[in-house]
């Protein structure tokens, strides 16, 4: 099984919301990641998991708060979101072993827009 | 820094060739190439590894120059299945974690 689950695939929210985005693997994967991507652009790298472990957070507003509950999941947390966070939000996995060999799979990705 | 891919854009006929170039500001270990059509989830090609290996689609193939780098995918013999945007990926090694850094992009579209 090399699928990347996520949910829900669309979610309209309003600016003083708290909503959840949730994504799973199981295909034994140690890292896990968040992206987001505006309309014809590539993914922006958000946040990555490594073992259960946050360890990289590329700067992004505490409005956004991941969580990795185990191995193979993981959540994002919104709450007071700005309209421009409106966005398609990926979630990826890869082994975890070797960053320069591991590819990454991607899950259909969450179609979020801020009300 | 982001990769930058040339050309931006190509619409070719079923059969044709094409070349889309991946070029860095940063020395590179290795290059990772994905697809992502519209509005799917970008999929894995290939990825070419400093001194040769490379892993992945068997259809696809791809060059890497570490000392230009630079990285070049080549489709031959076009099919309508080819069409999306194609992205390069560069990693970083952070900790113990990677950050890849997606490329431009260059969209793909195949007619008939």
């Known amino acids: 099984d090399t699928e990347v689950t996520q949910t829900p695939k669309h979610l309209v929210m309003g600016m003083t919301n708290k909503k959840s985005l949730k994504c799973e693997q199981h295909?034994?994967?140690?890292?896990m990641y968040w992206y987001k991507q505006k309309a014809k652009k590539p993914p922006e790298l958000m946040f990555v998991y490594s073992y259960e472990k946050l360890s990289i957070n590329e700067s992004v507003p505490s409005r956004f708060s991941p969580e990795c509950p185990n191995s193979s999941l993981l959540n994002l947390h919104l709450h007071a979101l700005q309209p421009e966070d409106s966005a398609l939000y990926l979630c990826?996995?890869?082994?975890?072993?070797?960053?320069?060999?591991?590819?990454?799979?991607f899950g259909p990705g969450t179609r979020l827009t801020v009300t | 820094q982001q990769p930058v891919q040339s050309p931006q854009a190509v619409i070719l006929r079923e059969g044709e060739d094409a070349v889309i170039n991946c070029s860095s500001s940063?020395?590179?270990?290795?290059v990772h190439w994905y697809r992502q059509k519209h509005g799917e989830a970008p999929v894995f090609l290939m990825i070419?590894?400093?001194?040769?290996e490379q892993k992945g689609h068997e259809k696809i193939s791809a060059s890497f120059n570490e000392k230009k780098q630079q990285s070049s995918l080549y489709l031959t013999a076009s099919q309508l299945s080819y069409s999306g945007t194609y992205f390069c990926g560069t990693p970083d090694l952070t900790g113990t974690a990677s950050k890849l850094t997606f490329g431009t992009g260059t969209r793909l579209q195949v007619t008939l």
């Open positions: 990826a996995s890869s082994q975890g072993r070797d960053p320069y060999k591991d590819e990454q799979y």
């Open positions: 295909m034994g994967h140690r890292a």
């Open positions: 070419l590894l400093k001194g040769g």
């Open positions: 940063k020395a590179l270990y290795s």
